[in-house]
């Protein structure tokens, strides 16, 4: 078997294109195979560069619904037009990052109708055997709590009211972040009567004035309040009558904070404050414009229109794990970023095997890539302990962070190494 890493987040020299994302091209005497797409086409030029013709690939694997391993989905599909690419049922969806300004950025994977039928879904939380050497897994149980990475708390799924099927066994955001940031030491540290930049971004905390908006612990579902309103880029909205005595438009625009605000929405009272004058001495009933504002803002949403979803923290029923024999009968596990932990995925795929993998290649998830910081020290050390217990020999790069994988390797040594894009292996 040949392995060649077509994406990631560095090069392996400046011959080489990277980005944040990741892509392995994989040969064997049955067949041609890639599993995941980075992020853009980046994965096709580092591919030209290599000498390998994507447009000759038999099948592809997705990993999971995240832009940086699915964001080259339509490059592919451009490159090659006949293999089919098998994706978890749940994997096109949208899928969310929570960043440290408080905002959802939506990161999922999306795909033309025109290649939908190329999709093959594999089910959630369960197995798939392609054929006698390739097996798929999607039913890892999540990591206990010593392994567990904070880094998922970032990460969000969207829904509309809250599902059927939520289980609450998945710990909360505030529970992985709060063990994060103790162990970080950032917790509370007052700075001129403000909560510290380090901390606010930890604990995604927002404030207002005196009173704290904790978003980590409600997705950030503002209440009702004039000061959440605001905050959440709305003016003043009042559930009565006495909406109707300004513009409703103003009403409903983001505002900016300060004098500009104040100036805007005296300028509009002063405006109204004219029309009602004409409109009295001319026995009008509305002025044209005041109809025309009227209009338009009762085709904007309201507020409770838009904020009628809640986000939760993502269970990860979008990911799945890969498991390809050599052609001399070693076992490959390829993980896309091991949301539920590499512990997970190596327990289940021993489970699966009778035996560990004889490699396991893929981001692990050690750090927090959206804050640049790597998981607690006591963390790092356990999840290495347990990884040395199996006689695995682990390729890591990705969201497993440089930091991260320098602190683990005290423990594992040279049964771990790092990779970059270009680099190549044989097994």
Sequence with gaps: MKIAVLCENSSSSPEFEAEHGLSFYVETSARRFLFDFGASSLFLRNAERLGIDVSTVDVAFLSHGHRDHGGGLAAFFEKNRVAPVY????AL???????????????????????????????????????????IFSDATPDPPEFRSAGVA???????????????SWPSSTALLDRFCETADCAQVERRGEISETCAS????????????????RFAQFEKTEEA???????RIKENKEIDKRPKTTAFAPMERGEKADESRSASEARLKKERQVEKAEGVSETASIKEMKETASSLPTRAATA??????????????????????????????????????????????????????????????????????????AIAERLRAWPTRYLTAHCTGR?????????????????????????
Excluded: W
């Excluded at 033309?112 to 097996?135: H, K, Q, W, Y």
């Excluded at 095997?353 to 050390?381: K, M, N, Q, Y």
């Design 403 to 427: 930091a991260a994988f320098e602190r683990v390797r005290r423990t594992l040594g040279e049964q771990i190494n790092y990779f970059a894009a270009g680099d190549r292996f044989e097994f």
């Design 154 to 168: 970032t990460l969000f799924e969207r829904f509309e009211a809250p599902p059927s099927d939520f289980s609450e």
């Design 87 to 90: 994706a978890a049922e749940k």
């Design 202 to 217: 930890a604990n995604f905390a927002r404030f207002e004035g005196n009173e704290r908006i904790d978003a980590a612990t």
């Design 93 to 135: 969806r949208s899928y969310y990052s929570l960043r440290p300004n408080g905002e959802y950025v939506d990161i999922g994977v999306r795909v033309a109708p025109e290649n939908a039928a190329r999709i093959v879904r594999t089910s959630t939380g369960g197995t798939f055997a392609l054929d006698s050497e390739t097996l």
């Design 308 to 381: 009628a979803f809640e986000y939760r923290p993502d269970r990860f029923l979008h990911e799945q794990n890969l498991i390809a024999t050599t052609e001399t009968g070693r076992k490959i596990l390829f993980v896309g970023c091991a949301h539920r932990g590499i512990v997970a995925a190596m327990t289940r795929a021993t489970e699966l095997l009778g035996a560990a993998p004889d490699v396991a290649i893929g981001g692990f998830h050690l750090s927090i890539p959206s804050r640049g910081a790597s998981l607690p020290e006591e963390t790092l050390d």
């Design 229 to 235: 309103c605001a905050s959440a880029g709305f003016a």
